[in-house]
């Protein structure tokens, strides 16, 4: 009973938990991160691919309209 529930919480930690802040770190930190730290948010996106596939539909983070005052 105790490996098909370890493989649930690997599965759920892999396809949900994982992604979801991989997402965020990547919203914070997109637009001032170095070569290297790029480097690294590029091997999380590939390596969590699966999740973040299946995350994507429900999370957007576009860019927010910019306010321009006249």
């Known amino acids: ?32 991160a170095s070569a290297v730290e790029r480097t690294f948010m590029y091997f999380l996106v590939f390596f969590f691919f699966p ?3 299946v995350l994507s539909p429900f999370l957007n983070f576009r860019p927010q309209r910019r306010k321009i005052e006249a």
């Open 1 to 32: 009973m105790i490996v098909p529930l370890l493989y649930l919480v690997l599965a759920g930690a892999y396809l949900l938990i994982i992604p979801v802040a991989v997402l965020f770190y990547l919203k914070q930190r997109w637009y001032v």
């Open 51 to 53: 999740g973040l596939l």
